[in-house]
């Protein structure tokens, strides 16, 4: 036994996991391997992807079934165009606007997937006709996800929905709380569902890993989570201890179901007591940031890396974007959080803060008080390069007297949303604008 570190033994090992894979699909050829390689997502730095098993083979199933369906169109529909350009990266053409043709010399540094995006030329996936329906072909996509929304459960067959009845008429107490007025079963019911798995986690987790965990953006479903972490299970049970349903009055939106458990752990529809004005729309109240995988029926893929709170503190003793324009920053994150624009806004509502000196300046010239959030542009801005993609996020506050036009204040933030996870490169501070805030 020796340990042993570098390319050559890294090679050797890589060549030998893909042997073993490919022996496992003999129709398979050279370029199916490796399109099957660059799905398997980006590097992490130095660090490349993972080769995991289950997620090699379904990426070299897709790969060989659209390779196979360009070759013979009338006998498959061909919903994925996806197909390696080159030698070992794809083309990433025109996937960056107001960056040039800097991507192929991106993924080339950096060995990442490709950035498909539409142009004057259509898709550079290779659909017939540009008609691209690759989940990539969103201009300034780079694979990465920071989406805000809602994690939710959801079983996916009878057997699981049983199973889970079974558990909860020896783990479940005598009552808990219902997270709507809305009838609806208790496996449905995202507060049964935590009730549940989190009543004894070393004895529930095996269930929690058959459930299919979504996801939602404004009640739609948007991904499919595959946490990368088994312990992450853990962190998804918690999440669904919220309530996604706001009162008027400021309450839970929950409602109190009490009495004895029927058979399976269910309740008399006759228990349910509701509480509090009527529910108003679902809440976007959690943050998953990861790499984006396939489409799939349920949603798209996210390998997930790191799950949070919304409302969880960013730094202490000081206020957050997200509290001070809530309801304007709401609006911004309504997105999938795949574009790098989109996971810019996402990122500043979710994790930054203003300093004393910046709130004490907003407050000085009644910002907060008599201006409103007019709108807030994102661009590529000029620190942008072949090895990094920075985004100028403009805020634009307007103060209307009268009639005539509206007194502006602007300010600008820096992101830098090259890698999975975004971070601040320059602080909040005032905008000068040269013509180039559009």
């Known amino acids: ?228 972490d088994p312990r992450d299970y853990d962190l998804l049970i918690d999440h669904l201890s919220r309530s996604k349903y706001p009162r008027l009055d400021g309450g839970t939106g929950k409602t109190k179901v009490r009495g004895k458990k029927k058979a399976g752990g269910e309740k008399k529809a006759s228990d349910s007591m509701p509480s509090g004005p009527p529910i108003e729309r679902p809440r976007d109240m959690d943050v998953v940031v990861g790499v984006a995988g396939s489409q799939t029926p349920d949603g798209i893929e996210v390998l997930v890396d790191q799950i949070f709170a919304l409302n969880e503190p960013v730094a202490p003793e000081r206020p957050s974007l997200a509290g001070l324009f809530a309801g304007d920053l709401d609006q911004l994150a309504d997105n999938y959080g795949l574009k790098n624009e989109d996971r810019a806004y996402n990122y500043l509502k979710a994790r930054y803060a203003l300093s004393p000196e910046n709130l004490n300046e907003m407050e000085k010239r009644k910002i907060t008080a008599e201006y409103e959030l007019a709108e807030s542009p994102a661009i590529y801005s000029r620190l942008s390069g072949d090895n990094r993609r920075i985004v100028r996020v403009i805020y634009t506050f307007n103060k209307y007297k009268g009639s005539g036009l509206p007194h502006q204040i602007k300010y600008f933030v820096r992101v830098d949303v090259t890698d999975e996870f975004p971070f601040t490169v320059t602080p909040w501070q005032p905008y000068l604008s040269r013509g180039e805030d559009r």
């Open 1 to 228: 036994m020796a340990v042993m570190s570098g390319t050559s033994v890294a090679t050797a090992v890589a060549s030998g996991t893909l042997a073993q894979l490919w022996s496992a699909r003999p129709d398979a050829d050279g370029a199916d391997i490796r399109a099957a390689v660059a799905c398997l997502g980006p590097r992490n730095g130095p660090v490349p992807p993972m080769i995991a098993r289950d997620t090699f083979l379904a990426a070299l199933d897709q790969t060989h079934a659209t390779m196979m369906a360009r070759a013979s169109p009338a006998e498959c529909g061909g919903l994925n165009y996806a197909r390696l350009q080159g030698e070992t990266i794809m083309n990433i053409g025109n996937g960056l606007p107001r960056l040039s043709n800097r991507g192929a010399a991106r993924a080339a540094e950096t060995g990442q997937t490709a950035i498909l995006a539409s142009g004057p030329a259509g898709c550079a996936c290779g659909a017939p006709g540009g008609k691209c329906t690759c989940v990539e072909s969103q201009d300034g996509a780079n694979g990465f996800v920071y989406a805000i929304g809602t994690v939710e459960a959801e079983c996916p067959s009878v057997a699981i929905e049983r199973e889970m009845q079974a558990l909860a008429s020896t783990l479940l107490p005598e009552s808990w709380e219902s997270d709507t007025d809305v009838p609806t079963k208790p496996t449905e019911d995202r507060s049964w569902q935590y009730a549940v798995l989190s009543a004894d986690k070393e004895m529930t987790r095996y269930i929690a890993r058959q459930l299919t965990w979504r996801l939602t953006i404004e009640d739609i479903h948007v991904f499919v989570l595959r946490p990368r």
